[in-house]
């Protein structure tokens, strides 16, 4: 994954390739003797969701370029998290980057992010249901317009209202030296129920010096555990998807899913329905139940999970990607990792303890604080 890609405008790569190739935030900086295939090539991407042409209609005057002849240039950003019409089983938010709001003063959360911010609404009806139609394309009709009706009236704004006040208290009560590595709510949207429908957030923009394996672990397990106790939330969505490498280190978003510790579901019906159904359809529980089917996990602390969420969902997650963090794309370069390597002999034998040793037993772990400790005191190698 790049964070930037040059591309000749007399001959470009299909826009799904420079779309996969590039980090999200990561710029084309389209190139060309003539005016003319520039401008071609930027009107391409002019108007799309997915990207934003930094620069106005009119092509800025050709740039001298050292060895060689001057030439028009633009770039163009991507701000989309999947292109328009592409199937995928994501049934949540709109995500996308946007300019910074003029009220917050711009700073940067890595290199390249000063001037922008996360904005994440409730999709619409024809959104959602155009989605679903795509996954479900045997869904009755009536079946779809019920489900999707549920979705963008009751589901998306009450765990966006969740999470708003969660990242509140994350700001409130997360430890000062790990701020800027989760995002900052900067401006929030009701809709006339007084439910949120839109947010703006601090971007953590990928990049950074490369991490070992083991500091990787260990500051994601830093951060969850600081979630834990001092901000007493339950992430519940915690993969690859959901932990950046920053340039202040390992961070974490998307509090969607997020319940309290001390949280009583049962006081919302409505917030235990759609929270018992986010963690039957995750990732987590598959992966949860294929453990179980495999006999791997001999912690009772994960034997009643998904429902209802404790900590433990958390510490199941983390230490099982941990152990495999080049599943995700963006983290290659972002994060050492060889599978035989000590640093990954040594992470598997940590997650074998936490799956397998029930509490009472030596070398046990029962908590995210417990991990935390126990990845602290692994060596982690000298750069270089």
């Known amino acids: 994954m790049r964070d930037f890609h040059i591309v000749d405008a007399a001959n470009p790569p299909q826009e799904d390739v420079l779309f996969d190739t590039l980090r999200w935030g990561g710029q084309l900086l389209i190139l060309g003797q003539n005016e003319q295939a520039v401008t071609a090539c930027r009107q391409r991407f002019a108007g799309s969701p997915s990207w934003c042409c930094e620069q106005p209609d009119k092509l800025p005057p050709p740039q001298a370029v050292p060895g060689g002849p001057a030439v028009h240039l633009c770039t163009v950003r991507k701000v989309g998290i999947e292109l328009p019409g592409r199937l995928t089983a994501r049934h ?23 001037g922008w911010a996360v904005e994440k609404r409730v999709p619409t009806f024809e959104e959602t249901h155009a989605r679903l139609i795509q996954t479900h394309p045997t869904i009755a009709p009536a ?10 009236k009751t589901a998306f704004p009450l765990m966006l209202t969740r999470e708003t006040a969660f990242l509140g208290r994350i700001h409130t009560y997360m430890p000062a030296h790990l701020a800027g590595r989760t995002p900052e709510l900067l401006e929030v949207e009701k809709d006339p129920r007084g439910m949120i429908n839109r947010i703006h957030m601090t971007w953590l923009r990928q990049g950074g010096e ?3 394996q083991i500091a990787f672990a260990q500051q994601a397990a830093e951060m969850l555990s600081a979630a834990h106790h001092a901000a007493g939330l339950m992430h519940l969505d915690v993969r690859l998807g959901n932990l950046v490498v920053t340039e202040r280190g390992v961070g974490l978003i998307d509090f969607g899913s997020s319940v309290m510790i001390d949280e009583n579901l049962a006081s919302n019906r409505t917030a235990q329905k759609v929270i018992h159904r986010t963690l039957e359809s995750s990732e987590i529980t598959e992966n949860l139940i294929r453990h179980h089917n ?10 009643d999970l998904p429902t209802p969420p404790t900590a433990g969902f958390d510490l199941f997650a983390l230490a099982t990607c941990m152990t495999r963090p080049h599943d995700l794309d963006e983290f290659r370069g972002l994060v050492a990792f060889e599978p035989h390597s000590p640093d990954a002999v040594t992470l598997s034998q940590l997650r074998r303890r936490v799956l397998s040793r029930a509490p009472g037993q030596p070398g046990a772990i029962s908590d995210m604080h417990q991990f935390a400790q126990a990845l602290q005191e692994l060596r982690t190698p000298a750069k270089g």
């Open 143 to 152: 079946q779809a317009n019920a489900v999707v009706r549920w979705l963008v």
């Open 92 to 114: 949540s938010y709109e995500v996308r980057l946007v300019h910074r709001p003029a009220a917050h003063p711009s700073h940067e959360l890595g290199p390249g992010s000063a």
């Open 210 to 212: 490369t991490l070992s």
């Open 294 to 303: 495999k006999g791997l996990l001999g912690n009772p602390l994960f034997n």
